[in-house]
């Protein structure tokens, strides 16, 4: 007898109690070895499948879509971008998309935070110090001086959930908070941050002291932090990424940094399809640059609660509904016509 379970592909392996759930809610196929499938593996591994459980790993483009089974008709990504995804193209082909937005928000703030407290007060230089260099002469009035958070200007780009978390947490640590944003927030949100707008970009990163990025990877916003717009920045700043590494122009903040102007960068992001850009590793090792690995949500709670998400879109959208994280392409109304 057939199951009427739904038929669902994960790409990934996800935490044990989200796997142990899915497999007794669905007849579920994960991909054991945990690495990128190819696009080919997607489509034989999708043969009488339903759902395709998806990852920012995972390049989902216009022609991976035209190659799917007819069976399959919902992509639930376990992520909240979806900039991995050819969304008009799964639109036409009458395929819908869901995402994991909110869970994100703050674990993504929180090492916002880390990031922007680990370069000026040098916290991974004192480590390597200690631990990998062992040359540490005991403490001095001058060793290791770094600079204070206190009194200086935040210029967030993007303040939707994540980017409003930082400002809080910002706040907190004394930081003036600016914004930029293509829409302005309300006043019962800025006066408790005394956040101060921008609508112009350029202007704002002038009169920062860092700039923080938490805006999705669209056409609009590919290297927002462009060449000409990282020479604008104020001499001696930082920047600050948890969010897609497209949003920067990578060769150019190498050079802002190697020429001085800039005074270093925290990135969670960044290009590494061909590698890690290897003069951005030099300035990690010069302790000019902070990298880490992906791991802005990369905490056990909010991968659970991703899983969790999931399932709801895929169970909500087997039963008929519309699942309540759906992702349409910009300016697609909510209901086909």
Known sequence: MASLKPKILVTRRLPEAIEARMATLFETDINEGDVTLTSHDIVAGLSGKDV?????????DADLIARLPPSVRLIAQFGNGVDNIDLEAAWAAGLTVTNTPSVLTE?????????????????VEGTQKLVRDGVWAGW??????????????LGIVGMGRIGTAVAQRAKAFGLNIHYYSRNRRPEGLESP???????????????VDIVSLHTPHTRETFHILSAERLSRMKPGSFVV?????????????????????LAGAALDVFEYRQGINPHLLALAEANKVVLTAHMASATLEARIEMGE???????????GHQPPHRVLPDGTPSHRS
């Open 52 to 60: 395709l459980v998806s990852s920012i790993t995972d390049r989902i």
């Open 107 to 123: 674990d993504t703030a929180d090492m916002a935070m880390v990031l922007m407290l680990a370069l000026p007060r040098r916290l």
């Open 140 to 153: 001095s009035p001058t060793s290791m001086l770094g600079h204070r958070l206190r009194g200086k200007q």
């Open 193 to 207: 941050l005394e956040a101060t707008y921008w609508s112009d970009l350029d202007a704002m990163v002038e009169a």
């Open 241 to 261: 990424n948890v969010s897609r590494p497209e949003l920067v122009d990578e060769t150019a903040l190498v050079a802002e940094i190697e020429n001085g102007h």
């Open 309 to 319: 998400t999931v399932i709801v879109n895929i169970r909500t959208f087997m039963d």
